[in-house]
């Protein structure tokens, strides 16, 4: 069984700042990608940001320069770190692991909604 367990969705106004976290527990293999996407109602998941065991970052680009993601490796941890945030940001963001057996894994969703 693997557990992902996501934290620190909210309401914030329009330039807020919300920091979400999601730690993985139970059988996982080896983690090679953490990270999150996001689905706005009406559209489809897209990724928000990936960073690889390595330390590799990637951003989708409406997020760059105000969203930062970082891993603790040992606490098998992902955190999102989002400021200015906008009401397009608004969406339910779900936590991504994938392992080095490119088995993937997805938390329930944790809703972000900013408020103009």
Same mark, same amino acid.
């Given at each position: *069984?693997?557990?992902?367990?996501?934290?620190?969705?909210?309401?914030?106004?329009? $330039? $807020?700042?919300?920091?979400? +976290?999601?730690?993985?527990? $139970?059988?996982?293999?080896?983690?090679?990608?953490?990270?999150?996407?996001?689905?706005?109602?009406? /559209? *489809?998941?897209?990724?928000?940001?990936?960073?690889?065991?390595? $330390? +590799?970052?990637?951003?989708? #680009?409406?997020? /760059?320069?105000?969203?930062?993601?970082?891993?603790? #490796?040992?606490?098998?941890?992902?955190?999102?770190?989002? #400021?200015?945030?906008?009401?397009?940001?608004?969406?339910?963001?779900?936590?991504?692991?994938? #392992?080095?057996?490119?088995?993937?894994?997805?938390? /329930?969703?944790?809703?972000?909604?900013? +408020? +103009?």
């Amino acid at each position: *069984q693997v557990q992902l367990v996501e934290s620190g969705g909210g309401l914030v106004q329009a $330039g $807020g700042s919300l920091r979400l +976290s999601c730690a993985a527990s $139970g059988s996982i293999f080896s983690i090679n990608v953490m990270g999150w996407y996001r689905q706005a109602p009406g /559209k *489809q998941r897209e990724l928000v940001a990936l960073i690889t065991s390595g $330390g +590799s970052i990637n951003y989708t #680009n409406s997020v /760059k320069g105000r969203f930062t993601v970082s891993r603790d #490796n040992a606490k098998n941890t992902v955190y999102l770190q989002m #400021n200015s945030l906008k009401p397009e940001d608004t969406a339910n963001y779900y936590c991504h692991v994938r #392992n080095v057996r490119a088995e993937i894994y997805w938390g /329930k969703g944790t809703l972000v909604t900013v +408020s +103009s």
